[in-house]
T-cell receptor
Framework: NAGVTQTPKFQVLKTGQSMTLQCAQDMNHEYMSWYRQDPGMGLRLIHYSVGAGITDQGEVPNGYNVSRSTTEDFPLRLLSAAPSQTSVYFC??????????FGPGTRLTVT | AQRVTQPEKLLSVFKGAPVELKCNYSYSGSPELFWYVQYSRQRLQLLLRHISRESIKGFTADLNKGETSFHLKKPFAQEEDSAMYYCALISTQGGSEKLVFGKGTKLTVNP
């Protein structure tokens, strides 16, 4: 079992560029979520999904889109990258007892 | 609104000393609380959850409903305990569960 995987590990974008952060899980968990981690801000929820075809906004959704066409995949799209989106992004699933399983993270820099 | 507060951004102790990482929460129902740990440049991992009343790596946490606290304790800190620690609460909004994280405490255990 790979658990939760994320690609890429690192990415540098220029302001205005778009890109998709990939997240995949092989644990058959219905619930998936995206967080960003910034110094002094902790983890903030961007978007989440309770199952295929269902997504909802978290605490900081602006500038990001998500879709959930399959149980396994939950990509995060940056529509027009801004320096304020420089962060480390974590994808996570929730297990049977509400424990979260995190991916290894994507470190994004927007210049 | 549900909230998790970790009052200390940084905590530094010496090896062998007791350590307590504070966590306070606000929640209207019966909370489900967790501690997550993130070692340097690694993904977050579940450390323990209050419902299982377990001790992991020597750490324990007791839920105190009167004080709305879930402090993480270890009697003798080790250098390998140096990490970021996040307290988290399951929040139910609109029928779906979300984890609400505190901003984290960076623990440094000095030799």
């Amino acid at each position: 079992n790979a658990g939760v995987t994320q690609t890429p590990k690192f990415q540098v974008l220029k302001t205005g560029q778009s890109m998709t952060l990939q997240c995949a899980q092989d644990m058959n968990h219905e619930y998936m979520s995206w967080y960003r981690q910034d110094p002094g801000m902790g983890l903030r929820l961007i978007h989440y999904s309770v199952g295929a075809g269902i997504t909802d906004q978290g605490e900081v959704p602006n500038g990001y889109n998500v879709s959930r066409s399959t149980t396994e995949d939950f990509p995060l799209r940056l529509l027009s990258a801004a320096p304020s989106q420089t962060s480390v992004y974590f994808c996570a699933t929730i297990g049977q007892y509400y424990e979260q399983y995190f991916g290894p993270g994507t470190r994004l820099t927007v210049t | 609104a549900q909230r998790v507060t970790q009052p200390e951004k940084l905590l530094s102790v010496f090896k062998g000393a007791p350590v307590e990482l504070k966590c306070n929460y606000s929640y209207s129902g019966s909370p489900e609380l967790f501690w997550y740990v993130q070692y340097s440049r690694q993904r977050l991992q579940l450390l323990l959850r209050h419902i299982s009343r377990e001790s992991i790596k020597g750490f324990t946490a007791d839920l105190n409903k009167g004080e709305t606290s879930f402090h993480l304790k270890k009697p003798f800190a080790q250098e390998e305990d140096s990490a970021m620690y996040y307290c988290a609460l399951i929040s139910t909004q609109g029928g779906s569960e979300k984890l609400v994280f505190g901003k984290g405490t960076k623990l440094t255990v000095n030799p």
